[in-house]
């Protein structure tokens, strides 16, 4: 098979020609579509749509006509970015990677495509999930090795934007499907607070759970998509932090970083090392002693909230489910009630105890594997999840930070996670990071 080329472009860069005039939209959207004709086959980030340059041509013209005057123009415009097909679009269907009649699944736009598109942004197209989000993968294929996963759920967002299609791209992550796919494909990945971006318009996985999330090709590009997209962005608030302040690492000791596998955590220690040789002080604090019990609660709340999104599709048209995604429902059904509320009212007690051992500590950002290795070979399964399960289970802000490769050359990322809420600091203090590993 023909070897993709892996050029991940610059959101801020991009985003700053176009509203300069150079390119056009128009020039700028066929550009982009003779990309995809060329560059897609080999990898299937997005979901095939025919008429695709036709419709981007005229809502580039469209945009135009609406902003004449470089000094006027949105701080996206013309970018064309990349949406999970779980997220609805006004004028593009929503299949979420199933069988199911797209008439369905409709819906009204979400809320982050009605954010990007005031923004100025072109939606490129649908980008390929693993069904319903779920565990079922998708077609896409990692462009760095096209015989590997390129990660799951938000394959063809992470895909697409490594392959340099699209610099910015919409994921969704309910366990792993940011902070995974974005490491298996050598971008930065950015899992906000849980609730910062609002999920109005994505069919639904767990609610307790869901989190909308972006892929970019660096932190730069991060901060300015969630400027734009989360909820109440303070640009200037680093929470305490000054600009020149050097965050302290937590290093979470223990049964959760024994998941990662042993060539992943001698990287881990490696990037540790060069951090510290950075200037950057790391601190190893015991934090997930129950670890096995942490993963049994954030599986009885996925399954359980999992079934009841289905509820209605699933009697309707439960043959149509692949087994995978059958599967997860059918256990969801059956447990009760009253086990995801304890699982709730637990989440909220291990939130208090990891806030305390964060101040206790002194920490400003913990670091863990954004998964347990390199990209696993084979499209028959998304990766393994684990490393990101804790985070997500207590909706903490997140980001995946490219962080040098395996023997064979498959990317690794570093997984720096912060307070909840304080995303701005997160994103600020971890540029001084993305500095040194960049060296790597």
């Known amino acids: 098979m023909e070897q993709p080329v892996v050029r991940p472009r610059s959101l801020t860069r991009e985003a ?50 609406r902003h004449p005057e470089p000094a006027g123009r949105p701080p996206l415009y013309g970018v064309a970015v990349g949406v999970k097909d779980i997220v609805h679009v006004d004028g593009l269907p929503t299949h979420a990677g199933s069988a199911l009649p797209p008439g369905v699944l409709a819906g009204p736009q979400a809320v982050v495509v009605d954010r990007l598109r005031a923004a100025g942004a072109l939606v490129a197209g649908k980008t390929v999930t693993a069904e319903f989000a779920a565990s079922a993968p998708g077609p896409t294929r990692n462009p760095h090795h096209p015989g ?175 087994p995978e995604t059958a599967a997860g429902i059918r256990v969801g059904q059956s447990v009760a009630a009253e086990d995801r509320a304890a699982a709730l009212q637990a989440r909220e007690r291990l939130r208090e105890r990891v806030a305390g051992a964060t101040a206790g500590a002194g920490v400003d950002l913990w670091l863990a594997p954004s998964a347990t290795g390199g990209a696993p070979e084979g499209l028959h399964s998304t990766g393994d999840a684990v490393m990101s399960l804790p985070w997500s289970y207590l909706g903490l802000p997140a980001v995946s930070l490219p962080a040098g490769r395996t023997a064979d050359g498959l990317p690794l990322g570093l997984q720096v996670v912060g307070v909840a809420g304080a995303d701005e600091r997160l994103l600020s203090q971890a540029a001084h990071l993305e500095r040194a590993l960049k060296a790597l």
């Open 148 to 322: 590997h996963t390129p990660g799951g759920s938000s394959s063809g967002s992470a895909a697409a934007v490594a392959a340099g299609l699209v610099p910015l791209a919409i994921g969704t992550q309910t366990v792993g499907s940011v902070i995974r796919p974005a490491a298996y494909c050598g971008v930065v990945g950015f899992r906000p607070t849980y609730g910062r971006i609002p999920t109005a318009g994505v069919i639904p996985n767990a609610p307790s759970l869901d989190t909308l999330g972006v892929f970019t090709a660096d932190l730069a590009g991060a901060a300015l998509a969630a400027s734009l997209l989360c909820d109440d962005w303070r640009g200037d608030d680093r929470r305490g932090a000054a600009a020149g302040d050097r965050p302290v690492l937590g290093v979470p000791d223990g049964t959760y970083l024994e998941r990662a596998e042993p060539s992943a955590l001698r990287a881990f220690e490696e990037w540790l090392e060069r951090l510290e040789q950075a200037g950057l002080a790391a601190r190893r604090v015991p934090l997930f002693p129950d670890f096995a019990e942490i993963t049994r609660q954030l599986q009885t709340i996925n399954r359980f909230e999992l079934a009841r999104s289905h509820a209605d599709w699933f009697a309707r048209f439960g043959g149509l489910y692949r």
């Open 16 to 65: 700053a020609e176009l509203r300069s005039g150079v390119p056009g939209p128009s020039e700028h959207v066929d550009r982009f579509c003779a990309l995809v004709e060329r560059v897609d086959p080999l990898i299937h980030a997005f979901v095939p749509e025919p008429g695709r340059h036709g419709r981007l041509r005229a809502q580039a013209r469209a945009l135009a006509a």
